[in-house]
């Protein structure tokens, strides 16, 4: 390890040791032992780069090796990382969708930074910055347009009015925002349930838990819900959602470390078991909490998952400082749901596969649409599209309306829709 110590400065070797603890002593040997080998070949052979810019790519390789999703921080960076882990970002209070490739603003937050600079529904986002938004997957435009507290960023613009051809540039400065557990929480005609987690925050499980119970008073036939995208790290949220299906105390998951000793165990909390089923919407974004809240229903009684594999991202990380004022944030614990039997870094695969295309992992769920639609069902209004049908024609319309091009949630309905005619709960 001499040679290791010729560039401790740079925080190599206090990356190295801590690998050695961190791995346990048995694996600790078979990874640390190419290493030392590179690191005396490159003091034998007076290899010339060892400028701090090598070390940390050196760095950055260790870690992404062992944690894909790992990364060496800065302390503004660890912030702004473990804070969106709590459902707080700095954006520009925008709700996007993607159709045809394009970025459309479906929805401007009241009193958002965008609707201080005029920013309104509807129009395109065909900039953001320097880059260009057409052809992105929607998850890395929004990665783009969130940033540092206070900083700027510069939107180009295009309107939809014909009378407004040129785009336009504006300058938003991002700001503190709060994501809320749920998006949307309703209740359709056809008395099925559908909730939207955004992620599993603190009080989310009660939250998605107690609203579930309340659907029970409602006699709904079943609920959906959805945790496309949905992250979180409260895995304590899990238990109390998964008690709405257990009448008796059971593991959920272990909690273990590096040498696969259970550090904890966590079991079903006490609850009310609900009376239908539960269909549960997962993508390749499901991760964190929320993914292994779709792990834990997946062996529940009850629930159906429906979509694509979730991220295989199944893990609880730690900040360690490094010499360099950098911060190693990495996997130091791993989760291993009760009865599910897959492999570190795998996603938890559906009952139900949908395949996707890429632009279609991001869902346009065309809520105002939705809202309006909804709402016309309980209106006597004669001018309404849907005067002169029966009222479970105008669910049955309404609930088209709703759904749109989603086939993930098409899927779910029609499963649900099926088991109420079937008369099976």
Same mark, same amino acid.
């Given at each position: 390890?001499?040679?290791?110590?010729?560039?401790?400065?740079?925080?190599?070797?206090?990356?190295?040791?801590?690998?050695?603890?961190?791995?346990?002593?048995?694996?600790?040997?078979?990874?640390?032992? $190419?290493?030392?080998? &590179?690191? +005396?070949?490159?003091?034998?052979?007076?290899?010339?780069a060892r400028d701090d810019a090598t070390a940390f790519k050196i760095q950055e390789a260790v870690v992404k090796?062992?944690?894909?999703?790992?990364?060496?921080?800065?302390?503004?960076? @660890?912030?702004?990382?473990?804070?969106?882990?709590?459902?707080?970002?700095?954006?520009?209070?925008?709700?996007?969708?993607?159709?045809? *490739?394009?970025?459309?603003?479906?929805?401007?937050?009241?009193?958002?930074?965008?609707?201080?600079?005029?920013?309104?529904?509807?129009?395109?986002?065909? *900039? /953001?910055?320097?880059?260009?938004?057409?052809?992105?997957?929607?998850?890395?435009?929004?990665?783009?347009?969130?940033?540092?507290?206070?900083?700027?960023?510069?939107?180009?613009?295009?309107?939809?009015?014909?009378?407004?051809?040129?785009?336009?540039?504006?300058?938003?400065?991002?700001?503190?925002?709060?994501?809320? &557990?749920?998006?949307?929480?309703? @209740?359709? $005609?056809?008395?099925?349930?559908?909730?939207?987690?955004?992620?599993?925050?603190?009080?989310?499980?009660?939250? %998605?838990?107690?609203?579930?119970?309340?659907?029970?008073?409602?006699?709904?036939?079943?609920? %959906?819900?959805?945790?496309?995208?949905?992250?979180?790290?409260? &895995?304590?949220?899990?238990?109390?959602?998964?008690?709405?299906?257990?009448?008796?105390?059971?593991?959920?998951?272990?909690? *273990?470390?590096?040498?696969?000793?259970?550090?904890?165990?966590?079991? &079903?909390?006490?609850?009310?078991?609900?009376?239908?089923?539960?269909?549960? @919407?997962?993508?390749?974004?499901?991760?964190?909490?929320?993914?292994?809240?779709?792990?834990? =229903?997946?062996?529940?009684?009850?629930?159906?998952? %429906?979509?694509?594999?979730?991220?295989?991202?199944?893990?609880?990380?730690?900040?360690?400082?490094?010499?360099?004022?950098?911060?190693?944030?990495?996997?130091?614990?791993? /989760?291993?749901?009760?009865?599910?039997?897959?492999?570190?870094?795998?996603?938890?695969? $559906?009952?139900?596969?949908?395949?996707?295309?890429?632009?279609?992992?991001?869902?346009?769920? +065309?809520?105002?649409?939705?809202?309006?639609?909804?709402?016309?069902?309980?209106?006597?209004?004669?001018?309404?599209?849907?005067?002169?049908?029966?009222?479970?024609? +105008?669910?049955? +319309?309404?609930?088209?309306?709703?759904?749109?091009?989603?086939?993930?949630?098409?899927?779910?309905?029609?499963?649900? =829709?099926?088991?109420?005619?079937?008369?099976?709960?």
């Amino acid at each position: 390890m001499n040679q290791a110590r010729n560039i401790a400065g740079y925080g190599c070797l206090g990356l190295t040791l801590w690998l050695a603890s961190a791995v346990g002593a048995g694996a600790s040997d078979a990874l640390l032992g $190419p290493v030392e080998d &590179v690191i +005396k070949m490159v003091g034998e052979k007076g290899v010339i780069a060892r400028d701090d810019a090598t070390a940390f790519k050196i760095q950055e390789a260790v870690v992404k090796t062992l944690d894909p999703h790992g990364a060496i921080l800065t302390p503004d960076q @660890l912030d702004r990382r473990q804070e969106e882990e709590k459902g707080v970002f700095f954006g520009v209070g925008l709700t996007l969708t993607l159709k045809n *490739k394009k970025v459309s603003i479906v929805e401007v937050a009241k009193d958002g930074p965008a609707a201080a600079v005029g920013v309104k529904t509807g129009w395109i986002v065909e *900039k /953001i910055g320097d880059t260009a938004t057409e052809g992105l997957e929607l998850k890395n435009v929004v990665n783009l347009l969130r940033g540092g507290k206070g900083e700027p960023v510069k939107l180009t613009l295009r309107s939809t009015d014909e009378k407004e051809p040129v785009p336009r540039e504006v300058s938003v400065t991002r700001s503190a925002i709060q994501m809320p &557990v749920t998006g949307m929480m309703e @209740l359709w $005609p056809q008395q099925i349930g559908y909730i939207k987690v955004n992620g599993l925050y603190d009080q989310s499980g009660v939250q %998605i838990a107690e609203q579930l119970k309340r659907w029970i008073d409602e006699k709904a036939v079943g609920a %959906i819900i959805d945790v496309r995208g949905a992250n979180g790290i409260n &895995v304590d949220a899990v238990a109390d959602v998964a008690g709405v299906l257990s009448r008796t105390p059971a593991p959920l998951f272990a909690i *273990k470390d590096g040498n696969n000793q259970v550090v904890r165990s966590v079991a &079903v909390k006490s609850g009310t078991p609900l009376t239908y089923p539960l269909m549960i @919407l997962v993508d390749r974004y499901t991760s964190g909490a929320a993914e292994i809240m779709a792990g834990v =229903l997946k062996e529940s009684k009850g629930a159906m998952l %429906i979509g694509e594999s979730t991220a295989g991202d199944r893990v609880l990380r730690e900040a360690m400082p490094l010499s360099s004022n950098r911060w190693l944030y990495v996997a130091t614990r791993r /989760i291993e749901i009760a009865g599910l039997a897959i492999k570190d870094g795998e996603g938890v695969p $559906p009952h139900v596969q949908v395949t996707l295309k890429p632009e279609e992992s991001i869902l346009d769920k +065309k809520e105002a649409k939705t809202r309006d639609s909804i709402k016309s069902l309980k209106s006597d209004d004669d001018s309404s599209p849907f005067s002169g049908l029966s009222d479970p024609e +105008k669910a049955d +319309k309404a609930l088209i309306a709703r759904i749109g091009d989603d086939v993930v949630l098409r899927r779910a309905t029609d499963i649900l =829709l099926g088991l109420k005619a079937l008369g099976i709960r």
